[in-house]
């Protein structure tokens, strides 16, 4: 059984590093799923474990990778927002 109220699920691609292999995977997710990939992808970053053992914000961490990985979050939480408040 499923929830029929639910919207298409939606594909977020985390740890991302723009190493050959991962170009390789997400191009494949892209081609299989299309527009169920959404930008941008979560990167890889060791801020995101370093901020979750010292319970302390991405935005409070201040490095580059905290940054881009902040932002990345902060662009998909406005988009589920934005989809929720459609309904």
Excluded at 2 to 10: A, C, H, T, V
Excluded at 25 to 38: F, I, N, P
């Amino acid at each position: 059984m499923f929830n029929r109220s639910l919207e298409e699920p939606k594909i977020v691609i985390n740890r991302y590093a723009r190493t050959a292999e991962h170009v390789y995977q997400r191009q494949a997710l892209l081609d299989a799923y299309g527009d169920a990939v959404v930008e941008p992808e979560i990167p890889r970053t060791t801020a995101i474990a370093d901020g979750q053992s010292a319970r302390v914000p991405l935005t409070r961490i201040s490095s580059r990778g905290a940054a881009k990985a902040a932002e990345a979050f902060t662009l998909h939480a406005h988009a589920i927002k934005k989809e929720l408040n459609a309904r």
